[in-house]
């Protein structure tokens, strides 16, 4: 799409776009329809991104990854989400059970969990209870000392690859009288005795994805302990501050996915003897979409160069989360409209990214939780800096 603002890609990110958009149109957008309509977790898409390094692109190449920057990994994200929402948001679940392994596992942990990963035995990222979501300091799993290791008990809600990943990072209280202050994380194995893969969520959209809940009640070493004791609520939030580009890169997709079929169907559809694109209430439409959607662009890539550059991106990844993920909604509102009636109906296009993208202002925070993040930091900004 011409009209929508493109970045300069170095040749190994143009290279992952590349590949990412040729079994995009062959292999998943062939599959979509079917995954929303049943609801089906696809394990053949999964060998498919296994077996050409999607599932361990953004992993150093000592721990058995494609060692590829930030900007890669959005690129082919992004690219993914063009062609099957559900594609995208499986590859980002894998990216965010890989990244407290990453940053606060030993060396032995991330060769074994991340090389697992590798190969399509995925890391879930477990931190959101049923009555804690947005308050993930809030939450009520515990893990107490039992002989050398640790009891963990609790049940997480909506673990996005739940039951499909093999292993689980799961955030409990180890210092309940801290709150936040006193949360740990731990590895545990679906297929150790104590752990069971609960209650599948049936969604609105991206329903390719699997959701599930984990309860558990069973003792764990101390070896499988992710990071500092009591530390773990820190290490969730620098996971969300990558996690959110990566949001951010889904949204890219889908609202790109949208505007085609928008601007598809304004130049097919006629009313009144004319393409309904020629009336300026459809056009100027559509070019508010190309100009947010670019805008929105521009901030994603340069959100993923600032985290590539090890700049701080908490700000940056919380805005670009927040103004692609409404940019997303717009854009996939907007296509429903201009396809009218259709768009309303399955099995259209516009239909089912309309579902799909609900949950993109939703999950790793919520638009809400963006603005809070970034309302405290203009006023600590305020207050440490006066006019
Ligand atoms: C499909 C799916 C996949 C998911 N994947 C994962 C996963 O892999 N791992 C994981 O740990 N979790 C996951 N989640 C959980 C998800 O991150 C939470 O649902 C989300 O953080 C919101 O929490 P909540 O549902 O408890 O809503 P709540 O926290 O109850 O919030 C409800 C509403 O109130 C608003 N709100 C809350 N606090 C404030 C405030 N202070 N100011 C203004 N508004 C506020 C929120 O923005 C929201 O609109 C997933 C959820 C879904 C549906």
């Known amino acids: ?61 000592q721990w058995g990854g494609e060692g590829a ?49 590798t190969q399509g035995r995925a890391t879930s990222f477990a931190l959101s209870e049923r009555i804690a979501g947005s ?36 955030f409990a209280k180890t210092d309940p009288a801290l709150a936040g202050r006193g949360i740990s994380a731990f590895m545990v194995d679906k297929e150790q005795p104590g752990a069971v893969i609960d209650e599948l969520s049936d969604k609105m959209g991206i329903r390719g994805t699997q959701t599930s809940n984990l309860k558990v009640d069973l003792v764990v070493p101390d070896s499988a302990r992710i990071g500092e004791v009591n530390r773990a609520l ?18 890219m997709g889908l609202a790109i996915a949208a505007f085609k079929e928008a601007a598809k169907r304004a130049v097919q ?8 694109g020629d009336n300026q209430g459809i056009g100027f439409k559509l070019a508010d979409m190309a100009t947010e959607i670019s805008a929105a662009r521009m ?16 700000n940056l990844g919380a805005m670009a989360k927040l103004f692609t993920s409404e940019v997303a909604h717009r854009a996939a509102d907007n296509a429903v409209q201009i396809w009218g009636g ?19 202002e939703i999950y790793e925070g919520s638009s809400e939780i963006q603005r809070l993040v970034l309302s405290r930091a203009v006023r600590k900004e305020a207050e440490e800096h006066p006019a």
């Not at 948001?89 to 990244?99: D, E, P």
């Not at 308050?135 to 499909?164: F, M, Q, S």
């Not at 890539?301 to 550059?309: G, L, M, Q, S, W």
């Not at 259709?342 to 993109?360: H, S």
Request: proline share 4%.
């Open 1 to 61: 799409m011409t009209e929508i603002w493109k970045p300069t890609l170095d040749e190994i990110s143009a290279r992952w776009q590349t590949l990412a958009d040729r079994l995009g149109r062959e292999r998943f957008a062939p599959l979509a329809p079917e995954l929303d309509r049943d609801q089906r977790y696809p394990w053949e898409t999964i060998e498919t991104l296994v077996e050409h390094k999607f599932v361990g692109l953004f992993l150093p190449r």
């Open 69 to 117: 920057s930030l900007v890669s990994t959005v690129a082919a994200v992004e690219t993914l989400g063009t062609h099957c929402a559900s594609t995208a948001a499986i590859m980002c679940a894998y990216q965010l059970g890989a990244f407290p392994i990453l940053l606060a596992g030993t060396d032995k942990q991330k060769d074994f969990y991340l090389r697992e990963m």
């Open 342 to 360: 259709l768009g309303y109906c399955k099995p259209t296009i516009a239909e089912r990214l309309y579902r799909d993208q609900r949950i993109l």
């Open 234 to 251: 820190r290490l969730a939030l620098q996971t969300l501050n990558v996690g959110r580009i990566m949001v951010s890169a889904q949204s």
């Open 135 to 170: 308050d993930a300091a809030a939450i009520e799993a515990t893990a107490v000392r039992e002989g050398d290791g640790w009891r963990l008990k609790g049940e997480k809600y909506w673990i996005g690859n739940g039951g499909a990943s093999r292993y689980y990072v799961v």
């Open 269 to 276: 559809r006629k009313t009144f003897g004319q393409p309904i």
């Open 299 to 314: 901030m994603l890539y340069e959100a993923a160069r600032a985290y590539d550059n090890g700049e701080d991106v908490s």
